[in-house]
């Protein structure tokens, strides 16, 4: 089952000082960090504030190539997490066809944010990734794990490069 959520924002992770992308459901019960690089980020962040830049983005750049094929974006789903990976896929229409596209989830949610459609979470992926944090708890990221679950809607503020 997909679990609809929207980017709640982008945050550093303190530990590690990378970029960590929030999901959180549309009920606001369950949350779910990702850790992107920080070109990534930046390319989210860019639509998030809608600075216009100068020359199209690469996902600026996609999108404007799906426009002119005539191709929407029906969704965006993060299918997985393997590994420490998370893996994404980008669902297309074009013409009454549906084409998945496996994408990094980075890539998937700075299209969905461009294209303005539904960004989905497989719920085996948020089971996993709790089991993940949980291991990660055990293994002595206690800090990170009290600090994600700190979060709060004054802590999501607007992302700093």
Not at 39 to 49: F, P, V
Not at 55 to 70: A, F, S, W, Y
Not at 93 to 110: M, Q, V
Request: proline share 4%.
């Amino acid at each position: 089952m997909e679990i609809e959520m929207k980017i709640r924002g982008l945050m550093m992770d303190p530990v590690t000082n990378m970029p960590i992308v929030i999901l959180k459901d549309l009920a606001g019960t369950q949350v779910l960090p990702i850790w992107v690089g920080i070109y990534e980020a930046n390319a989210i962040a860019l639509e998030i504030e809608k600075v216009a830049t100068p020359r199209p983005m690469t996902h600026d750049l996609i999108k404007n190539v799906l426009l002119g094929l005539e191709t929407g974006v029906q969704k965006v789903v993060v299918s997985e997490l393997k590994e420490d990976t998370f893996y994404a896929v980008i669902w297309l229409e074009r013409g009454g066809e549906i084409i998945s596209i496996d994408s990094r989830p980075s890539d998937a949610l700075a299209l969905a944010l461009r294209v303005d459609c539904p960004i989905y979470v497989d719920e085996e992926v948020l089971k996993s990734s709790k089991s993940a944090a949980s291991m990660a708890e055990k293994s002595g990221n206690e800090e990170l794990k009290r600090w994600l679950e700190g979060l709060n809607d004054e802590d999501f503020g607007r992302y700093k490069m």
